[in-house]
Structure formats: C-alpha cells, structure tokens
C-alpha cells in the first residue's frame, strides 16, 4: 500500500513532443505529489508538485495531472527538449508527520534532437 | 532557494575504513534530515529518518551501525559509513525541509550526492 507505481520505465521522444509520464498509488492518506529530475550524477531536483485539491498544475513546460478517484497522477512534459533528457521521479508523501517521501521507480526520458 | 550542500561529492576509500559524508542546509533550518542509498539505474531507496537532536529512525533492513546518523545541528546532518566493504559502493544522497513557519508547503531539497567507492 505504500508502493508507488510509475510508468514507462524509459521514454523516446522528438524534439518538439509530449512526453508523458504516470504514476498511481493505493494510499489514500498520500496527499502531497511532487516530480523530481535527476541528470546523471547529480541529486533530484524538485520540478512540480501538487496537492489533491487541484487536479490539475501547470508550471512553464511542465503539467500535472491529479485524478484523485483513480488515485493516478501523470506529468506532463509540452514541446521536450534535448536538455530535459533525464530521469523523472514521482513520489507521494503525507504533509504531516515526518513527510517521508516515496518514490516511484523512474522514467529515462531520452529527447531527441 | 533552499540550498542543501553535500560533502563530499565523491570519496574513493579502502575496505575496512570509514567514511562520513556531511549534508547541510545552507539557508533555512531542517529539524528532519533523509538519507538515501541509489543504485545505478534505480530510484530512491530511504534508509533513515535523521532528526535533530535525537536517534535517527532507519528504515527496515538498514543496519543502524554500519550506517551511522548524527543530527547535531539544525543545518548539519552526518552519515558515517563504518567498516565500508565493496558492497556499500553507492550513491548517497541527502534531502532536507523547511522547519520554518511556511514549512507545510515546503518539498523537500536534495544535495548533489557522494559517489562512494569502496576498494
């Protein structure tokens, strides 16, 4: 019940594509979702998050998508660009207590130029 | 923004020895600190839950005296690898949150990780 799903496990996408990416969870007492990038080598960087009073978040390139019923959450990412080739995390967190983070398994985005 | 600073970015040691691997938040205080261990081509793996001024929880599976956690400090939080064997060779990364008065909405900040590799 902890798990967080996420999906595809890699990603090829033109340059000037929509790469999107999902992620599903069971706990319903999750109610803080945040996307992490990671370029090789380094650490995640937090690019969006949402709360589950919105379904939906939009920040620049980068959109949430929050379907609380179906417990699913995607992002999306508008016109890619090689510079966004990385890995995408999504995680899933109760915003009480000691606000552990759990963490999808990854995306590889490659974008090509 | 939240800055949190992780030292060293790489350490090469030998089998037997130690090593500690500082993480601190430059401009904001954090009353819980999170190691996490990462294998190539994998996520995110929490081992432990470092708060400041009291024992550190480890996650299940995670030996709390092979990996040691001190939260001496609002801003400084330390994870010592003890007798590092080959198999500890990893990325450890740490994250950190704002205790401040906004902190409710605050995600939590990674550092740029150690690449640990042990001889």
């Known amino acids: 019940q902890q798990q967080v799903k996420q999906s595809p496990q890699s990603l090829i996408v033109q340059k000037g594509g929509i790469s999107i990416i999902n992620c599903a969870y069971e706990n319903t007492a999750f109610d803080y979702f945040p996307w992490y990038q990671q370029f090789p080598g380094k650490g995640p960087a937090l690019l969006i998050a949402i709360r589950p009073d919105v379904s939906e978040k939009k920040e620049g390139r980068f959109t949430i998508s929050f379907n609380k019923s179906a417990k699913q959450f995607s992002l999306h990412i508008m016109d890619s660009q090689p510079g966004d080739s990385a890995t995408y995390f999504c995680a899933a967190s109760v915003a009480t207590g000691t606000y552990k983070y759990i963490f999808g398994t990854g995306t590889r985005l490659k974008v090509l130029a | 923004g939240a800055v949190v600073s992780q030292h060293p970015s790489w350490v090469i040691c030998k089998s037997g020895t130690s090593v500690k691997i500082e993480c601190r938040s430059l401009?904001?205080?954090?009353?819980?600190m999170f190691w996490y261990r990462q294998f190539p081509k994998q996520s995110l793996m929490l081992m432990a839950t470092?708060?400041?001024?009291?024992?550190?929880?480890?996650e299940q599976g995670v030996e709390k005296d092979k990996f040691l956690i001190n939260h001496a400090s609002l801003t400084l939080s330390t994870l010592t690898v003890t007798s590092a064997h080959p198999e500890d060779s990893s990325f450890y990364i740490c994250?950190?949150?704002?205790?401040?008065?906004?902190?409710?909405?605050?995600?939590?900040?990674f550092g740029n990780g150690t690449r640990l590799t042990v001889t």
């Open positions: 470092s708060n400041e001024g009291s024992k550190a929880t480890y």
């Open positions: 994250s950190a949150r704002d205790a401040g008065p906004s902190s409710y909405n605050s995600p939590l900040h």
């Open positions: 401009d904001f205080q954090a009353t819980t």
